[in-house]
């Protein structure tokens, strides 16, 4: 049996997020559905228990101040992979930063990919509907009007479950307070 996978994220429960998750559905309606995001630690497996992970989480993350991000442009990974996004634009560098002092201890693990940060709107299956699919997001978020901040003060702490009937099912662990100790479980 396969070690779960874990993610730290900040799920993004405000008009942008909104847009992004209607979006998706109409752009490709089959896939399971998933709460607009911003991931901090993309997933990987641990390096010990689910306890020492959150520690980690725990020190590192009380020590950071909440911090204001601001959506940028649609881009896509086309041709590495066929994948439609938000790039983040303002305080990108503080994401990274974050991402790379979470990326110890019991939550090191090394990426396929290196770490940009960005809101996923849709992962397709090939180059050819994502690039259609680039086409119409890039249109539709020219014309939204809402706020394109987002403040990163409560990530989640998450694990992947595996399921017969549906993969990327995602169950929330903890939560994770920038600036402050967990809540209680």
């Not at 990163?152 to 702490?157: A, D, N, W, Y």
């Amino acid at each position: 049996m396969q070690k779960p996978r874990y993610a730290l994220v900040a799920y993004l429960k405000n008009p942008a997020g909104g847009f992004v998750e209607n979006l998706r559905r109409e752009l490709h309606p089959d896939l399971p559905h998933l709460a607009a995001h911003l991931t901090i630690l993309p997933p990987r497996p641990l390096q010990g228990s689910e306890n020492s992970a959150l520690q980690v989480l725990e020190r590192i993350c009380g020590h950071e101040e909440p911090f204001e991000v601001t959506l940028g442009d649609v881009e896509t990974f086309i041709p590495v992979t066929p994948t439609v996004y938000i790039r983040v634009d303002g305080a990108a560098v503080r994401m990274s930063e974050l991402h790379s002092k979470l990326n110890t201890e019991a939550l090191a693990f090394k990426e396929e990919w290196p770490y940009i940060p960005h809101l996923t709107i849709v992962k397709m299956s090939a180059e050819p509907p994502a690039q259609t699919a680039f086409q119409l997001a890039r249109t539709r978020w020219a014309h939204y009007s809402g706020s394109r901040r987002i403040l990163l003060e409560r990530l989640t702490f998450v694990r992947e479950e595996v399921r017969e009937d549906a993969q990327n099912h995602w169950v929330d662990l903890a939560p994770v307070l920038l600036g402050r100790s967990l809540v209680s479980r």
